[in-house]
């Protein structure tokens, strides 16, 4: 069709997001039960959702017939005092996937360029692709960010840096001290997006207080989810923090209700389960432990992960890896393949609950043994 020649060049070069596989597609595939599978392959909580806010978000909708309230000022006004930042800085998302859209939207076009870290979290080139912009991959130093060698890749052009701490997929994490250095020495005609995903998986002496930063570097943006910890994947919320000028843009290039009705109420009510986040934590730390431990005995290396998530390595050729991967989904465990992150030998597993974790060790000791 010639219509589709009409599309700019670099959105037809755009690389299609690979999510992970849902249960229902990997039951009809292998002939299976769905209630036999366990996906541990998109790094959602295995707790599920709050109850509180699961019994605020069932209410809400006898009202769903109403447009949500586009300002979604009852949620800014609860992150606003939980974080003590005006509500003029805070930018809601459908997912903090929309917020770093909006971030690039803003500050990005043709000519100029987007930094970030090779194994970097896949939406960052999306987006900066999806302008029309260029992406500078830095390489990775251990799996992390190269903080220093991505500072020296700033160039006159360079409108933005993403950094992800803990990144996704390798689960490392940027030093706070490392990171306040780079917010110090980078341009301030830079935006810094600092994603934070994964921030309330962090033990307290590892978690840094960059939000206070704010105060210091206009050019910063913080984004956190719903997503993760808060157990609403399914309904798209996430948040950025910015300086009031900057979120000022990024609400104008906003869609006017991008964020649900059920979103709103069930972020709001998540925010005030303290319990279901601290539950979430502590199921986190103990699965961490529990595959740490068996991967240990089955003589697998794996990167330490700050996340709720392991990558882990399988030895040999990258065949291997899609071998392993096929036995696994043969048995049931749906874990993420890793090829489009420039990391073909190893697989990233979700920390699931206890059973789940101990179904994946067995199944991925039979699936090495199948190989060996
Ligand atoms: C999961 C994840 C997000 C969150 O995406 P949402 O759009 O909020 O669901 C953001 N950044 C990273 C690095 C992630 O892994």
């Not at 998540?270 to 595959?291: I, P, W």
């Not at 090829?339 to 990233?348: A, D, S, W």
Request: hydrophobic share 40%; with cysteine; proline share 6%.
């Amino acid at each position: 069709m010639n219509l589709c020649d009409f599309a700019p060049e670099y959105i037809r070069a755009i690389q299609p997001y690979q999510p992970g596989k849902p249960i229902s597609e990997l039951a009809r595939e292998m002939r299976l039960d769905e209630n036999s599978i366990i996906k541990l392959a998109s790094n959602e909580n295995p707790l599920g959702t709050s109850p509180l806010a699961l019994e605020a978000m069932i209410h809400e909708l006898h009202d769903i017939s109403r447009y949500p309230d586009g300002s979604g000022y009852e949620l800014k006004q609860a992150l606003s005092k939980l974080y003590d930042v005006g509500s003029e800085q805070i930018v809601l998302g459908n997912g903090s996937n929309d917020v770093l859209d909006l971030a690039a939207r803003v500050f990005l076009k043709p000519g100029a360029t987007a930094i970030y870290s090779q194994h970097a979290f896949a939406v960052y080139p999306l987006v900066t692709q999806s302008i029309g912009a260029k992406g500078i991959s830095v390489p990775a130093r251990d799996y992390g960010h190269d903080l220093p060698a991505m500072l020296d890749a700033v160039t006159p052009e360079t409108r933005m840096v993403f950094i992800a701490s803990p990144n996704n997929p390798t689960g490392t994490l940027s030093d706070s001290d490392d990171l306040l250095r780079f917010m110090e020495r980078v341009s301030r005609d830079v935006l810094v997006v600092l994603d934070e995903a994964y921030y309330e998986y962090l033990p307290t002496a590892n978690k840094s207080d960059s939000i206070s930063w704010l105060k210091q570097f206009p050019n910063l943006v913080i984004t956190r989810t719903f997503s993760k910890i808060y157990g609403l994947a399914g309904v798209r919320v996430g948040f950025g923090l910015a300086h009031p000028e900057v979120a000022n843009l990024m609400n104008r290039v906003r869609q006017p209700f991008n964020v649900s009705s059920i979103g709103l109420i069930g972020a709001l009510a998540a925010l005030d389960d303290l319990e279901f986040v601290q539950r979430s934590y502590a199921l986190n730390r103990a699965g961490m432990l529990q595959l740490s431990e068996g991967f240990r005995k089955l003589g697998v290396e794996y990167i330490p992960s700050y996340g709720n998530f392991i990558s882990f390595e399988v030895k040999g050729d990258a065949g291997n890896t899609t071998k392993i991967n096929q036995s696994l989904l043969k048995q049931g465990v749906i874990v993420r393949p890793l090829g489009i992150y420039e990391m073909p030998h190893h697989l990233r597993v979700t920390i699931g609950l206890e059973h789940e974790n101990q179904k994946f060790l067995q199944a991925l000791k039979n699936a090495l043994g199948e190989i060996a």
